[in-house]
Antibody, heavy 120, light 111 residues
């Protein structure tokens, strides 16, 4: 069964950086696009970013464009999210999800998430 | 990238049916047959229930069905069961610039 495990979350101060990782297993990682989605406390799901199977195409939500960078290392079966200039409103549980075959839909499955808290 | 519009909450008794709506625009829901629905139990990973508007994900019972009319998609759950109580989110492809948009989520309560 496909497995996605996020890591790298923690408590950081505003303006600092953090890198999240998503370790993928039990599927051919290099064949699929991958998403990051987040959920702020008490809020709904918010799509963050998407990367194509080979990393050649990236897409971002306006709220993170220019601050976050999605990347992948297919040799390590790992997805990353580099988050710079963090703001309190970036506080959320961050999920990675495997993209499907048509325009990277549906998002299936998802990892359990990693919590990022941005606070002074 | 405006979120799709869902009711904040719906409820029903065991055995009843409920429908959750998801309203977008011709640039997302109405423009593509790429609407999916996710169930999220707090503290767990979200899971896809419906994709491509009407297709049930693997292992999802046929009590769950999806449809779309114009700019509004719907998720119907029939024969409500206690374990259906969760938050439900719709999601749509929104073109090459916005790409993915979620609804605000609907809390389903089984009375």
């Amino acid at each position: 069964q496909v497995q996605l495990v996020e890591s790298g979350g923690g408590v950081v101060q505003p303006g600092t950086s953090l890198r999240l990782s998503c370790a993928a297993s039990r599927f051919t990682f290099s064949n699929y696009g991958m998403h990051w989605v987040r959920q702020a406390p008490g809020k709904g799901l918010e799509w963050v970013a998407l990367i194509s199977y080979d990393g050649s195409d990236n897409y971002y939500a306006d709220s993170v464009k220019g601050r976050f960078t999605i990347s992948r290392d297919n040799s390590k079966n790992t997805l990353y999210l580099q988050m710079n200039s963090l703001r309190p409103e970036d506080t959320a549980v961050y999920y990675c999800a495997k993209g499907g075959g048509t325009y990277f839909f549906p998002l299936d499955p998802w990892g359990q998430g990693t919590l990022v808290t941005v606070s002074s | 990238q405006s979120a799709l519009t869902q009711p904040r909450s719906v409820s029903g008794s065991p055995g009843q049916s409920v429908t959750i709506s998801c309203t977008g625009t011709s640039s997302d829901v109405g423009g593509y047959d790429l609407v999916s629905w996710y169930r999220h139990h707090p503290g767990k990973a979200p899971e896809v229930m419906i994709y491509d508007v009407t297709k049930r994900a693997s292992g999802v019972p046929d009590r769950f069905s999806g449809s779309k009319s114009g700019n509004t998609a719907s998720l119907t759950i029939s024969g409500l069961q206690a374990e259906d109580e969760a938050d439900y989110y719709c999601c749509s492809y929104a073109g090459r610039y916005s790409f993915v948009v979620f609804g605000g989520g609907t809390q389903l309560t089984v009375l």
